[in-house]
């Protein structure tokens, strides 16, 4: 009888411990009624065309479902196949393949950029504009290092900024037809737009990220990338050109009309995707499904290795997702829209807890990023929770789908 006692009580305190564990987790019943929702809400009021999301918690997969239309016009719905054009979530791809070759000792983060490009150690600051119209050029105070290229404070002329600073990229070093070479040197040729490491501004800095990789390499990109990180990771859909065969699986873009909201498609945005440019970008143009994707993600959930092969060490992961941004950067152009966070190697990171209802949620601690078509992507360490989210929609996000999947996910939780 004793035996007997002993053997329930311990039953119960192992049912007891299963049912706390449980009740622990994110994503439970309620979580999934309302990730189900929020996104399938989005669909059905015709501010999305079609929409997909995947989460793993504690290495599982807890999470994923798939609504509307991948192309409306073809009668294909959204699903774990599709391929979508990830845009900007190629930026920590490339951080990846450049801290690779940090772990060799191919170089040191606060190394100059023009000890590997040798052009851009004759670069100079562009302060504005004289009386005549002409740019005022200054030596920089410092010479730009590869961790400015990594946290996005080169000075490298982009999108943003003064209208003066995108007429200097108006022959655009990037397009499609250059080499990551040719781009470099073009950039070389132009002055930046604020002295390395004074601010903060999205642009071309993870393209030069590109070059440097081929340039420690010795292998192009696109190789490189193939090589290390997407065949060792079974990225098999994950790629800048997306073969004839595929091409029935490629999502198509859908514009939001600002002032409608109704969507057109644009089939030009596959041209880049589909026809062989030598261009190889290091910011953006891949396109991946959703399940390559979280292949990647749960590898720097799991600290750089995935299945038992290992693509980065620990303590590197834990380096891209420490913030690299001094306090002392007071000018971040809009990535304070991105709530508490400052910026490691490639990646947003959370700072504090979110200060308002108005914050996207999330936790201290994680890491992310997202893209120009409003994919998105972060990695909650602390939770340990990978999720991915894949929708084809710009201009970027101006309907609060991000927000609203993190506050799916969450829920009523305090973030901390």
């Given at each position: 009888m004793?035996?007997?006692?002993l053997?329930?009580?311990a039953?119960l305190v192992?049912?007891?411990?299963?049912?706390a564990?449980?009740?622990?987790?994110?994503?439970?019943?309620?979580?999934?009624?309302?990730?189900?929702?929020?996104?399938?809400?989005?669909?059905?009021?015709?501010?999305i065309?079609?929409?997909?999301?995947?989460?793993f918690?504690k290495?599982?997969?807890?999470?994923f479902?798939?609504?509307?239309?991948?192309d409306?016009?073809?009668g294909?719905?959204?699903?774990?196949?599709t391929?979508?054009?990830?845009?900007?979530?190629?930026k920590?791809v490339?951080?990846?393949?450049?801290?690779?070759l940090?772990?060799?000792?191919?170089?040191k983060?606060?190394?100059?950029?023009s000890?590997?490009?040798?052009?851009?150690a004759n670069l100079?600051?562009a302060?504005?504009?004289?009386e005549?119209g002409d740019?005022?050029l200054?030596?920089?105070?410092?010479?730009m290092?590869?961790?400015?290229?990594?946290?996005?404070t080169s000075?490298?002329?982009?999108?943003?900024?003064?209208?003066?600073?995108?007429?200097?990229?108006k022959?655009?070093?990037l397009k499609?037809e250059?080499t990551?070479?040719?781009?470099?040197e073009a950039?070389?040729?132009?002055?930046?737009w604020?002295h390395?490491?004074s601010?903060w501004?999205?642009g071309?800095?993870v393209?030069?990220?590109?070059?440097?990789?081929e340039?420690l390499s010795?292998?192009?990109?696109?190789?490189?990338i193939?090589?290390?990180?997407?065949?060792?990771?079974?990225m098999?859909?994950t790629?800048?050109r997306?073969p004839?065969s595929k091409?029935?699986?490629?999502?198509g873009?859908?514009?939001?009309?600002?002032?409608?909201?109704e969507?057109?498609?644009?089939?030009?945005?596959?041209?880049?995707n589909?026809?062989?440019y030598?261009?190889?970008?290091?910011?953006?143009?891949?396109?991946?499904?959703?399940?390559d994707?979280?292949?990647?993600a749960?590898?720097?959930?799991n600290e750089?290795e995935?299945d038992?092969v290992?693509?980065?060490?620990?303590e590197t992961?834990?380096?891209?997702a420490t913030?690299?941004?001094?306090?002392?950067?007071k000018?971040?152009?809009?990535?304070?829209?991105k709530?508490?966070?400052?910026?490691?190697?490639?990646?947003a990171?959370?700072v504090a807890?979110?200060?308002?209802?108005?914050?996207?949620?999330?936790?201290?601690g994680?890491?992310?990023?997202d893209?120009?078509?409003?994919?998105?992507f972060?990695?909650?360490?602390?939770?340990?929770?990978?999720?991915?989210?894949?929708?084809?929609?710009?201009?970027?996000?101006k309907?609060?789908?991000?927000k609203?999947?993190?506050?799916?996910?969450y829920g009523?939780?305090?973030a901390?």
């Amino acid at each position: 009888m004793k035996t007997l006692i002993l053997f329930l009580a311990a039953v119960l305190v192992s049912a007891s411990s299963a049912a706390a564990q449980q009740s622990s987790s994110i994503i439970d019943a309620d979580a999934v009624a309302r990730i189900n929702s929020n996104l399938g809400s989005f669909v059905e009021s015709g501010a999305i065309k079609g929409v997909s999301a995947m989460v793993f918690e504690k290495d599982k997969e807890v999470y994923f479902k798939a609504f509307g239309m991948s192309d409306e016009e073809a009668g294909i719905p959204m699903s774990r196949d599709t391929i979508v054009q990830i845009f900007s979530m190629t930026k920590p791809v490339t951080g990846v393949a450049l801290m690779r070759l940090h772990e060799q000792g191919k170089f040191k983060l606060d190394d100059p950029v023009s000890k590997y490009i040798p052009s851009f150690a004759n670069l100079k600051v562009a302060t504005g504009k004289d009386e005549n119209g002409d740019l005022i050029l200054v030596d920089p105070k410092r010479p730009m290092t590869i961790r400015d290229l990594t946290r996005h404070t080169s000075g490298l002329a982009g999108n943003h900024g003064p209208a003066w600073v995108k007429e200097l990229i108006k022959d655009n070093p990037l397009k499609p037809e250059n080499t990551l070479e040719q781009a470099a040197e073009a950039f070389s040729k132009l002055p930046l737009w604020f002295h390395p490491g004074s601010q903060w501004s999205y642009g071309p800095s993870v393209d030069m990220q590109a070059r440097l990789v081929e340039i420690l390499s010795g292998k192009k990109f696109d190789v490189y990338i193939q090589e290390t990180i997407l065949d060792p990771l079974k990225m098999t859909d994950t790629s800048y050109r997306v073969p004839e065969s595929k091409l029935g699986r490629m999502a198509g873009i859908y514009w939001r009309d600002d002032n409608t909201g109704e969507l057109s498609r644009k089939d030009d945005e596959k041209d880049f995707n589909t026809k062989p440019y030598p261009m190889t970008p290091g910011g953006w143009g891949l396109t991946a499904t959703i399940d390559d994707y979280m292949r990647f993600a749960r590898m720097l959930q799991n600290e750089g290795e995935l299945d038992g092969v290992r693509i980065l060490k620990p303590e590197t992961v834990k380096l891209m997702a420490t913030s690299h941004l001094s306090e002392n950067v007071k000018e971040r152009s809009w990535l304070p829209s991105k709530g508490q966070v400052g910026f490691g190697i490639d990646f947003a990171v959370r700072v504090a807890p979110p200060q308002s209802k108005n914050e996207p949620n999330g936790v201290v601690g994680e890491f992310f990023w997202d893209g120009a078509a409003s994919t998105m992507f972060w990695v909650d360490p602390k939770s340990d929770l990978t999720a991915v989210m894949f929708v084809q929609l710009r201009p970027f996000d101006k309907i609060g789908l991000q927000k609203a999947f993190r506050n799916a996910v969450y829920g009523p939780r305090v973030a901390d």
